[in-house]
């Protein structure tokens, strides 16, 4: 930043000459070096190194417990709303003082309005880690990067066993844990345990000027109790859930219809783009690979279809699964996925499409083994070799018959199952817009539907074989018609009462994300609906057709997926300043 | 995404990393320097301390210093003012040093509507001596005017002064403290004898009764709030302001009187006081003057009429009235509200007079106590040489002009026997065209200026037009013939002066990028080439410019005598003046007239009134809401040319600029939370976001200051006294935003 200085050090000159006329060259010259030169050190006494002890220790001792909390007792924040005067000195020294990333910030303050002209004025409302007695992210967590530590409570992030897979920013109900892109991890706050342990108080307990917040010892039993009766703060997510440590006390009531100061803000999320062409792509394999199987099953494709459709759904599939790839901070610390399996659903759609992936791979191969022995016997420069080729391929004739189906229907299984995993992933983040309800009939229907344009495109492709083509097409049309009409019904929330999570999704697709909205529809419409109607008139280039149709409804279904992570509505506490 | 240098190869033994260079990153180590636990790459080598740099309280941060640089800061605990704390501006001061707009060569714009280029520091200082000469040349000394700022170290404005009016023959020029401080200065000088703000921080802790008027200072001084927190008397807290803010919320009671009634409010509170006989005789007696006029005067203040007025119940009136006759150690502060008015001067001697009536003045706890706004307005308000002569003195007084003669060692005709024009003359000047030249310091006025498009036109018609500032993109150096790049805080030495009246010091503890100098320097070098560099040769650093400072002090109210240096200042972690040789410190808490002793000819403080008239805009069926402006957050300073730059505040900051609306009045024109709204005063229509909230009164508007379009709105009307702007009171209209 700094271009390098033109003068050397040596050059400065103790005593500027005085009273005599300079040029201004000879005066700059020194002034700019006086510049660069930092003189504090050397002129003003400093205060001594070897003072250990925290100074400030004075003015918070009383902020902070003495004793460790005891078996069925943890730590926890504990915020005076009635001292927090909306200063945000807390953000700061936690800032400052853990040394975070430039734009880091691992504390919030959030303000709550009155929602009536009553006498009551805003509360100002700080929050950082709840460090939750069922933590959202740790459950979430597919690699076990969280800790709820077994003293203290504290919920830690092992920074370097995280992946940066995000999943534990969409189970956190509290926006708390942070992604670093430049570091490929989440950080979050942490208690400032080591300054905890050494009777130190966290970086935000020191700093606040009101002494609003300190750190207190709570029973386990109370914070269930809290939480089971939905005490914790209005306009805030529901304390069930995750039961937050936080206790936020006042003097005053704090009336429960209170608004968060951004209550009705409307904020477009991340749009996960590797995540989006992840869901697209893998379901369409699926699709293809399931509609293959049924097909050949019911006998509608030709061996030749059956092959091409199938390596073409293993193809998409593998898309899909490499950019989920891109989509983690830290991929090559991705193989301790199996350590969440059982509590996390992220760790279980990994176990599902790896397995799906090691299968499907086998079931392709076993499809071209045919023709990939064929070539090479015929490729053969020798033809000892040739002899040994064809020997093996009898035995393939007589094994895959037996296995085929056996794998066939384990593709089936595991992939409806992986599919699901893929829903239960989003479902159990309590976002209002990823509920099971909206994600599922999202998920399957990319699968469905991609299945069917298999099927339409092979069977076109293949003329050969007699199949009632109309039907497929009228298939096709309906279930996008329905695809399409059933996320359309996400705008009958914008008649719900109040700001709801839901209804805000509905205003983001309306307004900001009006544009992809209506990429969306127009692309869906167009390659769902309107090219394959054209199908059913004669035209000369029925493939050109199809294809077209595919390529719309592709790009329709990447902007829906797109959409549904940047118009979702996460909970967090109230923020708005 | 990959970040493909932080990929390495797995351990499959180490199935939960529980270190690694990523963990490490962030593990404290017991920290040295009494700092407590640090992360290693923050660990400092050696701390110093300095003040910070943003507002008036003056709050002492630990610098820590890795190889002499700054690499983090902290809240310096044994420092009087902050014990520790600080708030996010000064958590986050060294943020701005490195902003990538940062002015690093002069820049200069040939023709008004090309681009500025860089140029070099010579040719830039010949082109400033040789167009000012030449404006001064055809139309006079009176021709040019400096508008400096409350942001730069007392040694600096002492420095601009001298050499602008004593130097180079400048009459005019005022400093940005025009906009926030020259009704404290006007209302102390008048009644006080001298501006003289007679508190010190501690009678935040020692009041039993504390009276907030216009002044919200939970978020614009909220190391002060803090000292309230810490009264352990269970303090009545009193707010007075139109709006129900943060500091109303946390008050113990709260009084929303109209806007701009404050004057009539407070001759209606003496009228009480009086009536009652809850007035101290004894003390009015020995130590002020002027008290049977005034009686005379609030006779007219009714509580029936002061309750029309002002929106107060009588029966609040007189809640109010007993609660400040019935304290033991009654404290009124005011802040902005007050300064910032039509009638701002005489707003603030009636808290002064309420304070003088009921003795509370001079003791622990009590007070008429003014909280400054900017870091060094109270440097500028005595040593910038330009509203007063230097020390608090007066140019028009004979006496005076000899006396800073004799102590500067120059000719008597050197120094000017009038006054200089006030901020606002100077731009008339500029519209008259009577001004041709302007050189403006470390603030901008295209942004903060009320009306500010009126002074965006006439700033065209200057010939040349000089901003000196740490970044080339502040609205103002934007519109500049030649922009000097400066050294900002944290990259020069020097003092400032806090509200309480300590002076503490800043330091150079950052390099300056490119080529950017200390506006010191760039005094020296200007001094230099304009021709006048011998008579500056006492004048060589910021510490010897410190001692002609003291003897500029000395005698007056605010000598400073007895501050031996800068390591003295260090050492005692900032000394309040009065502090004459000789004397010994025993406190960290000083406070003034203890002995009831004031600075006027009779050592008696006066009661001065007058009879309270209507802002000069009203609202009307056209525009028939009140606009009230005002800090926003704790997060942003003034026109955010340093704290835009800083992520965390910025985080910590709106991110548009939002109208506060009352939701009767919000409900009538269909507004909700989040609706694009235009509003429009008889100046300029503006767009930005309407809320909706309980904590405005119907009729009312409030937008923050920071942001640039308000002050298109704002309406340019003056304190007679002070010539003050009054940022508090303007007529506008709103209506939803026509898509």
Known sequence: ?577 | MINLKRIKIPDIKKIREWKGALTAELVQFPGKFGLGRLPKRLEPDATTTAVCGFCSTGCGLDIHLKNGEAINLSGKTDYPVNLGMACPKGWEALSPLDAPDRALTPLYRSTREGDPKPISWESAINLFCEKFKRVMDTHGSGSVAFLSSGQIATEEMAFLGALAKFGMGWIHGDSNTRQCMATAATAYKQSFGFDAPPYTYQDFEESDVIILIGSNICIAHPIMWQRVLRNKNKPEIIVIDPRKTETAVAATRHYALSPKSDLTLLYGIAHILIQEDWVKHTYIEAHTEGFEDFKEHTAHFTPQMVSETSGLSVKELYEFAYTIAHGKRVSFWWTMGVNQGHESTRTAQAIINLALMTANVGRPGTGANSITGQCNAMGSRLFSNTSSLFGGRDFTKASDRLCVADILAIPLDKIPVNNSLAYDQIIDGIDEGKIKGLWIIGTNTAHSWINQERFRRIAQKLEFLVVQDMYSTTDTAQIADLVLPAAGWGEKNGTMINSERRIGLIKKVRKAPGEALSDFNIFKLIANAWGCGAEFDRWNSPEEVFQIIKDISKDQPCDLTGIRDYQMIDHAHGIQWPFREGDILTSDQRRLFSDGLFFTPTNRAKFIFEMPNAPSEQINHHYPFILLTGRGSSSQWHTLTRSGKSDVLNALSPDCLCVEINQEDAALSNIYTGDSVTVESSRKKIICVARVTPNIKPGQLFMPMHFVEVNKLTQDSFDPYSRQPSYKYSAVKISKTKS
Request: net charge neutral; charged share 15%; hydrophobic share 45%.
């Open chain 1, 1 to 577: 930043m700094i271009p390098p200085l033109k003068y050397s050090e040596g050059d400065l000159q103790e005593q500027i000459p005085r009273a005599k006329p300079v040029s201004t060259k000879d005066l700059l010259q020194n002034l700019l070096i006086e510049q660069r030169s930092l003189t504090a050190v050397e002129e003003f006494a400093q205060q001594h190194a070897d003072i250990h002890h925290p100074l400030q220790a004075k003015y918070y001792q009383n902020l902070i417990p003495v004793n460790l909390p005891q078996s069925g007792e943890q730590f926890a924040f504990e915020v005076d709303l009635d001292r927090c005067s909306s200063c945000k000195a807390c953000v700061s020294a936690c800032h400052s003082l853990n040394g975070l990333g430039d734009d880091e910030i691992w504390r919030s303050v959030g303000v709550l309005h009155p929602a009536v002209n009553a006498g009551q004025g805003q509360v100002t409302v700080t929050t950082a880690c709840h460090h939750c007695l069922e933590p959202g992210c740790l459950e979430g967590c597919p690699v076990t990067a969280y800790e709820k530590d077994v003293i203290t409570g504290i919920v830690r992030h092992l920074n370097d066993q995280c992946i940066g897979c995000q999943y534990c920013v969409m189970k956190c109900p509290y926006d708390v844990p942070k992604y670093s892109p430049h570091l490929g991890i989440i950080r979050k706050c942490d208690m400032c345990h080591d300054r905890l342990k050494s009777l130190e108080a966290p970086a935000c307990v020191q700093a606040c000027p009101n002494e609003a917040i300190k750190i207190t010892i709570v029973s386990t039993a109370s914070i269930s109790e809290r939480a089971a009766n939905g005490v914790f703060l209005p306009d805030s997510p529901d304390p069930g859930y995750t039961k937050p440590g936080t206790v936020y006390t006042s003097s005053k009531p704090i009336p429960s219809n209170m608004l968060g100061g951004d209550h009705d803000k409307l904020i477009i999320q991340d749009g996960h783009w590797p995540l989006a062409v992840m869901l697209v792509l893998t379901q369409a394999g699926i699709g293809f690979l399931g509609a293959q199987i049924i097909g050949s099953a019911v006998g509608v494709l030709p061996t030749l279809a059956n092959r091409w459709m199938a390596l073409l759904g293993l193809i998409i599939f593998s898309g899909g699964m490499a950019s989920s790839i891109l989509h983690l901070g830290q991929p090559l610390k991705a193989w301790r996925f199996f350590l969440g399996l059982r509590t996390s659903w992220l760790s279980r759609e990994i176990l599902a499409f790896g397995v799906l992936t090691l299968l499907a791979t086998v079931y392709v191969l076993a499809l071209w083994t045919e023709p990939i022995l064929e070539g090479l016997s015929t490729h053969s420069p020798s033809r000892l070799i040739s002899g040994w080729i064809q020997g093996q391929y009898h035995w393939v004739q007589t094994i895959y018959p037996a296995v085929l189906p056996i794998v066939s229907v384990t593709i089936l299984i595991v992939g409806i199952t992986a599919v699901f995993t893929s829903v239960m992933v989003y479902a159990v983040t309590r976002r209002q817009f990823w509920r099971w309800e909206v994600t599922l009939p999202r998920f399957l229907g990319t699968v469905i539907i991609f299945g069917l344009f298999g099927l339409l495109y092979f069977t076109l492709h293949f003329r050969s074989f007699p199949v009632d083509i109309t039907l497929l097409i009228w298939a096709v049309v309906i279930s996008c018609t329905f695809k399409i009409l059933g996320e359309m019904s996400l705008f009958l929330h914008l008649r719900d009462r109040g700001h709801p999570a839901i209804k805000r999704t509905a205003i983001l697709l309306r307004g900001p994300l009006k544009k992809l909205m209506l990429t969306r529809i127009i692309s869906g419409i167009a390659g769902g609906i309107f090219l394959p109607l054209l199908l059913l008139t004669p035209n000369g280039h029925p493939l050109f057709v199809a294809s077209l149709s595919l390529g719309f409804w592709l790009l329709g279904e990447f902007t829906e997926r797109s959409l549904f992570f940047k118009a979702v509505s996460p909970d967090k506490m109230p923020g708005g300043i």
